[in-house]
């Protein structure tokens, strides 16, 4: 199979970019031939990915090189469109429509629906293969609520032999059928397993190998003074090895509970508990300004504090490595079909999971969830006194703690056991592909 895909990849930060990687470099190990077109190359400095080591090479696929080629779209000067607006969705349209004539593609994925959806969805269509189209969570529960977005996935969804649905939440394939989707076209995927390179052994992440790398890298992506100056600062010290260390990863915002953890932490660190604070941040500049703002009036856990960029998905198992406990806190989120797949991630790396109970009430195993035996629970990260005493308990009893951890990685174990133990959305693929042959 021949296969272009149109969608966000490394180094683009989140979830879908990461599921995306994973899923084409399967493809690409079941022996077919995938071409990635994106604009990664483009994104805006608080959602690039810090690629370093042999990080370039994994982007291209490694070992899986000659199958896995990726197509990057072309910059341009910004005085090019008024209003100015990079043209992302026609960019993507002509380098797929160039790479799908090219390469001979026999289908045409779309993963996410603004603008790579819509870009495969005209690619396929002037070039008369089938298109997939894959969605995540804000792109149906978020933008396809817009009026003109939502008359525009409505024709996007129309030109699709399929429509690959997570099928977490039963509003999602409502949404779907709302938006024209067809009994025939709609494919509820089951549940796969994670990435083995989650559960499989790996090296923590190097801090005095990746800390001197950065200045040279905000330099290089041109990162605002006002932002790179209070990340400098912080990230100048060397990391404090032997000490506990509390780590958190994602998208930086009130949501996600970034705020409360930083109060949590500065009431731990006034009580003189020796730790670490690695945070892992994919921002908005305004969000950014206030989180290191908020670091530094901390004076006591700015000591403590390192603010990394985000990291490839593949880093990532060191990064859960290198911590001791890892926080998920989010809450009061707007999609409440939002799932994202942090909560396994952690258990699987075997660090203690002190997560919100929104999320924890998300998950598949909820039930098998239980409070300080293998995951810390916080009713309402809004609470920092509470979240507070948790994560001081935690540091205080490292044998607590890592007990907590173990007996999170053995659930981990049993559970992904029970999930498909191959890529759903590759077999999802192969699929239509053997159909329209």
Not at 64 to 83: D, E
Not at 164 to 192: C, D, F, H, N, Y
Not at 260 to 281: D, H, M, P
Request: proline fraction near 6%; aromatic fraction near 10%; glycine fraction near 8%.
């Amino acid at each position: 199979m021949r296969l272009a895909i149109v969608g966000k990849f490394p180094p683009i930060e989140g979830g879908v970019s990461g599921q995306t990687y994973w899923t084409a470099l399967d493809l690409a190990q079941r022996g077919h031939e995938v071409h990635v077109v994106t604009n990664a190359g483009e994104v805006e400095p608080g959602y690039r990915e810090f690629l370093f080591g042999q990080d370039l090479g994994k982007v291209v696929g490694g070992a899986h090189a000659n199958r896995l080629r990726v197509h990057q779209t072309t910059g341009m000067r910004r005085s090019g469109v008024i209003p100015w607006a990079n043209p992302y969705g026609s960019k993507l349209f002509g380098a797929a429509l160039s790479v799908v004539e090219e390469y001979g593609c026999e289908l045409v994925l779309g993963w996410y629906f603004e603008p790579y959806g819509l870009a495969a969805a005209h690619a396929g269509n002037a070039a008369s293969k089938p298109v997939i189209l894959r969605h995540a969570g804000s792109d149906v529960g978020r933008l396809a609520e817009h009026p003109d977005l939502r008359r525009s996935y409505r024709w996007m969804l129309g030109q699709a032999t399929a429509v690959l649905s997570s099928g977490r939440a039963t509003a999602v394939s409502a949404i779907l059928k709302e938006l024209g989707v067809t009994e025939k076209q709609l494919r509820v995927l089951r549940m796969p397993r994670l990435p083995r390179a989650y559960s499989e052994p790996c090296e923590p992440l190097d801090l005095d190998d990746l800390l001197p790398r950065l200045p040279a890298w905000y330099q290089q992506i041109a990162l605002p003074t006002e932002i790179a100056d209070p990340l400098l600062r912080l990230n100048a010290k060397p990391f404090a090895s032997g000490v506990p260390t509390v780590g958190i990863y994602g998208k930086i915002g009130e949501a996600k509970g970034s705020y409360q953890l930083l109060e949590a932490l500065e009431r731990t660190a006034r009580k003189g508990v020796a730790f670490n604070f690695l945070s892992i941040a994919g921002f908005r500049y305004a969000d950014m300004l206030r989180y290191c703002a908020e670091i530094a009036e901390r004076k006591e856990l700015a000591r403590r504090t390192w603010v990394l960029p985000t990291l490839a998905p593949w880093r990532i198992p060191a990064f859960l490595r290198a911590c001791n406990v890892v926080c998920f806190l989010e809450h009061d989120f707007p999609i409440t079909f939002h799932t994202p797949l942090i909560v396994r991630e952690v258990l699987a790396s075997g660090a203690c999971l002190v997560v919100s109970n929104e999320v924890a009430q998300k998950q598949p195993f909820r039930e098998s969830l239980s409070d300080h035996k293998n995951v810390v629970l916080i009713p309402d990260p809004k609470d920092t006194q509470y979240l507070a005493d948790r994560i001081e308990a935690l540091l205080a009893n490292p044998e607590d703690t890592y007990v907590i951890g173990r007996h999170g990685q053995y659930l981990s174990e049993t559970c992904e056991k029970f999930f498909w133990q191959r890529n759903t959305t590759a077999d999802a693929l192969e699929d239509v592909h053997r159909q329209s042959t």
